[in-house]
């Protein structure tokens, strides 16, 4: 087996709009820079490539056209590139049209875009050339202590909430259980630096603010190659649709008018970046060493249904929308999710294609799903395939927004009631990834 790594910034010009709320937000400085990291693994026939952009996702389309461009130059099949929005939200959404409506969370730069575009084939080619021979190991566990927490509740009324706030009374129970287990990919190479392949789940929305961050992730790829000389490190970005970095049993970090609020929040991120690093730590010299096998990839669109409730209200709710942006509408989250779906919907199709991607190399594979999946999604396909290594990633090659469970969808809440998909996607998808799962095993006998 050929392992390679590559690396460069991506980092867009100041004054672009974050994406990620409600609000606008223009960018107006940078913590730290953004980056594309992409892992190339070849089994001497077949080549795979995992990119982990610092974005906040990009949309299928956009995701598609870049795969294709990249396999035109490269000759490397587009069933065969994951490329992951990790879903920061303190950078930009890409994909957008020229000529799309306006919204908090659009961003178009013609030349910014053209140079990205570049950059794609520019860090896969150098992952590529960078290949060589290595032994692969592998290890898991769970962090010291948990950092990512499940954020929708049941509350004393009976109903769900998402973010529900530090210390609420009203607060019976999660409504699930969170994944804080870091998994490790470890890639032993002759003559060039190591690959640490780390993947982990939660939202990096822990900075927020005005400017460029690549949140918890980035903390984690600087410490781990700081750490463990002579190592490159890449990290995936997990099911993390239903979770994030707020413990509501604890008071909260900061509160607003806080002078400190933006440095203790980034000071946060950056204690996150260290409990998922010293987990790496503990176990990079235990890792245990896998057999190499064949490498392979796919890519499969699944069509689901959309959501097209509230379709004859559109009027209704975009005049919701204005009295919202002029300040004289507050709603709740789940709310103000359900009035952006709604005023969307004239623009909304009847199905949406949802890629679901795999990239396998040996007993190590990587289930994509393109949005944000809850957790279930990753206990669910890990489930059915126990013998092999499985992570999963958010945003893959395509976001589409909120992928929730069953479950979720009958109660309703933030992440349903804004969900361009009706209740399908939540059986559809996984199953997708474990049939494709099944082909990768089969492949490999």
Known sequence: ????????????????????????????????????????????????????????????AYMTEIRGKISERLGISPDHLLLQGLHQHTSVYLGAAKNAPASPNKFYDEAYLSVLERKFGDVVQMAMDDMAEGEMYLAEKETAEPISFIRRFRMKDGSSSTNPGNLNPDIVHPIG???????????????????????????????SGTKYS?????????????????????????????????????????????PLLKQKKYDNSRRMGRIITDTVLKIWETAEKAESGKVSGSVKMIY????????????EFREKKRAL???????????????????ALPEETLFRKVPVSVVGFGKVVIAGFGGEPFTRYAIETRAAHPDLFVLTACCANGGQGYLPTLEAFEEGGYEARSSRFTPSVATELPAAAIAMIDCHKKFNQ
């Open 177 to 207: 259980e969170a994944d804080n287990t870091v998994r490790l990919v470890k890639f032993v190479r002759e003559g060039k630096k190591d690959i640490a392949l780390v993947a982990f789940q939660t939202h990096p929305d822990v900075i």
């Open 1 to 60: 087996m050929k392992a390679g790594f590559a690396r460069v910034d991506i980092t867009p010009p100041l004054g672009s709009p974050l994406a990620g709320y409600f609000r606008y937000r223009a960018a107006d400085g940078m913590w730290d820079p953004l980056e594309l990291n992409a892992l190339a693994v070849s089994d001497g026939e077949n080549t795979a490539v995992v990119v982990t952009a610092d974005i906040l996702m990009a949309s299928e």
């Open 325 to 343: 942006d002029a300040g004289t509408l507050k709603l709740p989250l789940d709310a103000m999710g359900e009035v952006n779906r709604v005023i």
């Open 214 to 258: 690549a949140d918890w992730p980035g903390f984690v790829r600087r410490m781990t190659e700081q750490d463990i000389p002579g190592t490159h490190c890449i990290l995936v970005n997990g099911a993390q649709g239903d979770v994030n970095h707020v413990d509501v049993t604890k008071p909260p970090v900061a509160v607003k008018g806080d």
């Open 304 to 315: 689901i249904p959309t959501n097209t409730k509230y379709m004859d209200r559109v009027e």
